[in-house]
Nanobody
Framework: QVQLVESGGGLVQSGGSLKLSCVAS????????MSWYRQAPGKERELVVA????????NYADSMKGRATISRDNAKNTVYLHMKSLKAEGTAVYYC???????????????WGQGTLVTVSS
């Protein structure tokens, strides 16, 4: 059974930084794309950053570009999200995901963890 467990969320002041972790189990971690999403209250889940198995990363959320960095340690089956200069709009549940392309039609499939709450105080 594949499991993803996020940790590191909590309360942080505006302008502060936070590092989230996600540990995967039951899977050969290095084979998959790892991503971080966030979902703010009343909003849809959005993709923040993603990292391929070889470590190439892409930032997707314009509001977080330059302030969010994803990294992965395949030996530890762990992916990290480091955020800095956090703003109030960064308050959200942050989820990590394990993604892969599967059949049919080369669909991109993902498994998410339960998330960790980040609250940015004003």
């Amino acid at each position: 059974q594949v499991q993803l467990v996020e940790s590191g969320g909590g309360l942080v002041q505006s302008g502060g930084s936070l590092k989230l972790s996600c540990v995967a189990s039951g899977v050969t971690f290095s084979r998959y794309v790892m991503s971080w999403y966030r979902q703010a209250p009343g909003k849809e889940r959005e993709l923040v950053v993603a990292a391929t198995s070889d470590g190439h990363s892409t930032n997707y959320a314009d509001s977080m570009k330059g302030r969010a960095t994803i990294s992965r340690d395949n030996a530890k089956n762990t992916v990290y999200l480091h955020m800095k200069s956090l703003k109030a709009e960064g308050t959200a549940v942050y989820y990590c995901s394990l993604g892969y392309y599967g059949a049919p039609a080369d669909r991109y499939l993902e498994i998410w963890g339960q998330g960790t709450l980040v609250t940015v105080s004003s």
